[in-house]
């Protein structure tokens, strides 16, 4: 049984992306406009293909169906997770994502519960996160006569910052902003606010505003993290989020570390280079720990991503 699938990333253009995919990672990305890098992902809009070892070619869900086996069991019916790095090079639109309740019976999707951890970003780059509304009647309101900049709550971000946002948070990225994000493997957003910006045929692009009322959460919940470190030989293990969706930990290594792992893994390298088993690894790349994969052996300096059902 194959133990780690590397992994190929799908790219995709974006009005708000730019080229900070191939400064900062050295990806031969398409355009000029490249704003995600979907770096582990089986979602049928983007899905990554093994690089190495039996089962090289095979796209991700191929795997995950075939061998459930290297996904313990792979208990839900579709690869539960997907791994974005997005480049916003413009701001993104404000937007709100359904619980698994709603995107179920009215999508037949997923719902989208992310987490993000900003691996770089320009000196005054800030993030909408949350709103002021107390009650549904007044965001109700607020939404429709446009009063977005008494609404809207924005934080200053930095690199190494981390935000967790649950289905019906509203949020966006802002301009100037690298970023990892962990998330439900779900492709359903609905945009409340576009900044009234036009493309290039003059239109606006479409709104959700009813849909957005419906899954928005009234108040709004802060979910502030305080991350936990944990020292292990040659290991800095630091987790930030624990959630029933996912759980999410930064790994940097230095020298020799060997770790017993129970559950299926998926790890994206932010910075260093070494060996995985025995397999080279550098910044940019992406792979899976698989259930056949009972102790890891990682040589080198190291600092990964990882999260984990
Ligand atoms: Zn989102």
Redesign the pocket.
Known sequence: MQEILKLKPVFQERIWGGTKLRDYFGYDIPTESTGECWAISAHKNGDCEVTNGPLRGKHLSEVYKDHPELFGGAKSSVFPLLTKILDAKEDLSV?V?PDDEYARREENALG?T?CWYIIDCEEDARMIYGHTAETKDELSRMMDEGEWDNLLESVKIRPGDFFY?PSGTI?ALCKGTLVLETQQSSDV?YRVYDYDRMDDKGQKRELHMEEAKKVLSVPHKGNSIVPETFKEENMTRTRYVSSSYFTVEKWITEGEAVKEIEEYKLVSVLGGQGNVNGIPMIKGDHFILTSACKKVKFEGNLEMMVSWI
């Open positions: 937007q994502h989208k992310e946002v949020h957003t």
